[in-house]
């Protein structure tokens, strides 16, 4: 599944942006989705995934607190909505389907039939 993640930009310390990531109809039926980022000269990490129940949201500890994640399954679309951003969260970041542990769960890692990252958008923070 192909998933296209927008609505990075340049952002100053404490400051907010979110990020969208559309998928194909009925995805979100069927697939957790992700959040994950990859800064210059790191490896990439997971940062959130949303399970099949709008309730079930998991967050790596860097962000918690910070972002949040969300779903519109009418636009079949993900939300990540990053607030008191800091320079350490400048990173391309990318929307995956994630691993799905039960229809309560995910993990923030990609699925097994995850297909390839897409080109991403930039989020950039800095004074």
């Known amino acids: 599944v192909q998933l296209q993640a927008s609505g990075g930009g340049l952002v100053q310390p404490g400051g907010s942006l979110r990020l969208s990531c559309a998928a194909p109809?009925?995805?979100?039926?069927?697939?957790?989705i992700g959040w994950f980022r990859q800064a210059p000269g790191k490896a990439r990490e997971g940062v959130s995934c949303?399970?099949?129940?709008?309730?079930?949201?998991t967050y790596v500890d860097s962000v918690k607190g910070r972002f949040t994640i969300s779903r519109d399954k009418s636009k079949n679309t993900v939300y990540l909505q990053m607030t008191s951003l800091k320079p350490e969260d400048t990173a391309v970041y990318y929307c995956?389907?994630?691993?799905?542990?039960?229809?309560?769960?995910?993990?923030?890692?990609?699925?097994?039939?995850?297909?390839?990252w897409g080109q991403g958008t930039q989020v950039t923070v800095s004074s």
């Open positions: 109809p009925f995805t979100l039926d069927y697939y957790a």
């Open positions: 995956a389907t994630a691993k799905l542990l039960s229809r309560w769960h995910c993990a923030i890692q990609p699925s097994a039939d995850f297909g390839s």
């Open positions: 949303i399970s099949l129940s709008d309730d079930s949201k």
